[in-house]
């Protein structure tokens, strides 16, 4: 990064009736370097791999409808057991229902976690055998 003439970010989001969305980003306000006079543009990938650019620029960069589905049901699970369960468990769950990828959604978990329930966070964290990370909701 510290070494480039121009960095651009591709942000992507897939679409629930196939195909990916993508938009390129050029501000240097997002983190984009660039020497140039560059704007960014978004384009969409068909399930056939064909390209469709848009006339506008989308903006991906909003938590997505599925980030948001898989929160509510990491809530409504953790409700239904009742006790901390390992990360791994809730993750799987959650996969199981929504059909998100696993590293998204333990990213997502514990980008909304914090150990022990400090802080301003949706779910709190604790060790348990072998360091396994136990998840649950914490009291509001």
């Not at 629930?16 to 240097?28: E, K, M």
Request: with cysteine.
């Amino acid at each position: 990064m510290n070494d480039t003439d121009e960095l651009f970010f591709l942000e992507h989001r897939p679409r629930p009736d196939g195909g990916t969305d993508c938009t390129v980003i050029t501000d240097p306000s997002k983190g984009a370097k660039a020497r140039g006079l560059f704007e960014s543009w978004s384009f969409h990938i068909t399930p056939e791999r064909e390209i469709q650019i848009y006339d506008k620029v989308l903006d991906l960069s909003k938590k997505d409808e599925r980030s948001e589905e898989a929160l509510r049901v990491a809530r409504r699970t953790l409700r239904e057991v009742e006790k901390p369960i390992p990360i791994t468990h809730l993750v799987r769950l959650i996969n199981e229902e929504t059909g998100i990828g696993r590293n998204k959604l333990h990213k997502l978990i514990m980008d909304n976690a914090s150990l022990n329930g400090q802080g301003d966070t949706i779910f709190a964290y604790s060790y348990g055998e072998k360091n396994a990370r136990l998840i649950t909701i914490r009291d509001n």
